[in-house]
């Protein structure tokens, strides 16, 4: 079983950057599908962004497209969510997943493992 960490997260100001990192301990990020989620209170956990394991393609919500870049480092065995431009309803705990689901990549239940999360804030 996979362990994830996220780290990066933090306090910023609207149209700041943040660049979140995901470690993982336990599986090839390069054989699985690696995404980020995220939470805002009261609300349900809501995909933001997808890597694919077979070619490398970058799936994106509406809400983050051409702000968020999602990337991955075999070498580190790390991915990597680069955040610009952030507004305050960017606020939330970010989470990091990876899954081997052959039917997407956008949905929970595509996923296996999960992280702890990271808070990330973004002040007006």
């Known amino acids: 079983q996979a362990q994830l960490v996220e780290t990066g997260g933090g306090l910023v100001q609207a149209g700041g950057s943040l660049r979140l990192s995901c470690s993982a301990s336990?599986?090839?990020?390069?054989?699985?599908?690696m995404g980020w989620f995220r939470q805002a209170p009261g609300r349900e956990r809501e995909f933001v962004a997808a890597i694919r394991s077979e070619d490398g393609t970058a799936h994106y919500a509406d809400s983050v497209k051409g702000r968020f870049t999602i990337s991955r480092d075999n070498a580190k065995n790390t991915v990597s969510l680069r955040m610009n431009n952030l507004k305050p309803e960017d606020t939330a705990v970010y989470y990091c997943a990876s899954g081997a689901s052959p039917w997407g990549v956008v949905r929970r239940s595509n996923y296996d493992d999960w992280g702890q999360g990271t808070q990330v804030t973004v002040s007006s």
């Open positions: 336990g599986r090839n990020v390069s054989y699985y599908n």
